[in-house]
């Protein structure tokens, strides 16, 4: 049963995100998601809030959990034979291997964050995902590091991708190309400030 669930939202989530994509909108009504995603009312109203339509982070934490789990499951098969990338090279490349699997979402997570005040109040609900993903992340590169170093360096590679986000959801290319220039750079003025000093290592 739960792994049914699991695929009605999932089947939801992207139906929610496919529908925000393909046009400017971004109040999606029960009806509209059942009617595209072919999930039955009573299948939906059991596992979607009632205030879903006022509450849209339900979705994106499906969507963010989903993208997380996916983009750390490559990285480690990318890096188990890696011994040649710096542990920077390789934080680098676990970061934009997120971004990249966010770029299909782009538009929907544009409309999604219109309005500051919106934007904030996603950001901030997310923080926990997203030191949640740093960590794991951190624990793949260097699982021999204490927990009191990892968080630290969660916390600060959170802040390199919210600053990365920021320029994610301005840019109008079809591409990640600004995106990465900016978390390289991050990345970098990180290390630079001293964050970093004797925990990343170039």
Known sequence: MKSKDQDLK?????????ILNAGNKNSITIEELCS????????????IPKDFVHNPLFFLKILVTKVDNETL????????DDSISTTYEKILEGI????EKLLEYRPALKIFSEGLDRKAEIFFKLLQQNYSFMFNL???VESKQNCGLKTIKSVALNIVFIR??????????NNL???LRYLDKYLKD?????????????
């Open 10 to 18: 999932w089947k939801l989530c992207n139906t929610y995100f496919s």
């Open 164 to 173: 990365g986000m920021e320029v994610f959801l301005k840019d109008e290319n």
């Open 190 to 202: 990180i290390e630079d400030i001293g964050f970093f000093t004797g925990i990343i290592k170039k």
């Open 138 to 140: 951190l624990d793949l």
């Open 96 to 99: 934009t291997l997120r971004f």
């Open 177 to 179: 190309d600004s995106t």
């Open 36 to 47: 595209k995603s072919k999930v039955s009312f009573e299948e939906a109203k059991k596992i």
């Open 73 to 80: 499951e490559e990285f480690k098969t990318d890096i188990f």
